[in-house]
């Protein structure tokens, strides 16, 4: 069964310092996949996503994410977070042939000042 | 362009209620998705549904939930006889086309709690 795994729950950082958040996943072939947002309650936005090509995505809010099909994973970073960028981020999968999002717990970032 | 439109934004029932959540998609989107999430968990799908057609509910509990999108109006998630286990957040999330290439957009969600 597809499965997406986010191994840290809460990750603090200071802002300025730089943030990688990981995911792996668990599907035999190449999924889509996204990262999304979610501050607090609120819906989630979306960060960046990966189909194809490129294995290196740019997104929104000064977000990247490097797709690595030897490592199954999907990592998000930013050179350097800010205050405002706490917040829950979800990975997420999409099957191909499969138009449901399966999604990981989720990391909740605190940034310190 | 409004975005996703979910209401009521918070719901409250007692045991044994009913609850209706309404999703009302983007304009032009005719595909809408229902996920849940409960305290402390990721999404988890629930059910996708075209104007009058289920697609793929294999996310839906067997009892007491069903969900519709009709021709006119919003998508309906409903829940009878709501228990406490079913307090989470309801999130629909709406794509103008089935291609898995399109991105879903979603609502600010339904937080429900049974009391």
């Known amino acids: 069964a597809q499965s997406v795994t986010q191994p840290d729950i809460h990750i603090t950082v200071s802002e300025g310092a730089s943030l990688e958040l990981r995911c792996n996943y668990s599907?035999?072939?190449?999924?889509?996949l996204f990262w999304y947002v979610q501050s607090p309650g609120q819906g989630l936005q979306l960060l960046l996503k990966?189909?194809?090509?490129?294995?290196l995505v740019q997104g929104i809010k000064g977000f990247e994410a490097e797709f690595k099909r030897s490592q199954s994973s999907f990592n998000l970073r930013k050179p350097s977070v800010h205050w405002s960028d706490a917040a829950e981020y979800f990975c997420?999968?999409?099957?191909?042939?499969?138009?449901?999002?399966?999604f990981g717990a989720g990391t909740r970032l605190a940034v310190h000042p | 362009n409004a975005g996703v439109m979910q209401n009521p934004r918070h719901l409250v029932r007692r045991r044994g209620q009913e609850a209706r959540l309404r999703c009302s998609p983007m304009k032009g989107h005719s595909h809408v998705y229902w996920y849940r999430q409960l305290p402390e968990e990721g999404l988890k799908f629930m059910v996708y549904?075209?104007?009058?057609?289920?697609?793929?509910e294999s996310g839906m509990p067997k009892e007491r939930f069903s969900a519709e999108f009709p021709k006119e109006g919003p998508s309906i998630l409903r829940i009878q006889q709501v228990v406490r286990g079913d307090s989470a957040a309801y999130f629909c999330?709406?794509?103008?086309?089935?291609?898995?290439?399109?991105?879903?957009?979603f609502g600010p969600g339904t937080r429900l709690t049974v009391t």
């Open positions: 999330a709406s794509s103008p086309a089935r291609d898995s290439a399109y991105e879903q957009y």
């Open positions: 997420a999968v999409r099957p191909g042939g499969y138009n449901k999002l399966i």
């Open positions: 549904l075209q104007k009058e057609n289920i697609i793929d």
């Open positions: 599907y035999g072939a190449t999924p889509y």
């Open positions: 990966y189909f194809s090509g490129d294995t």
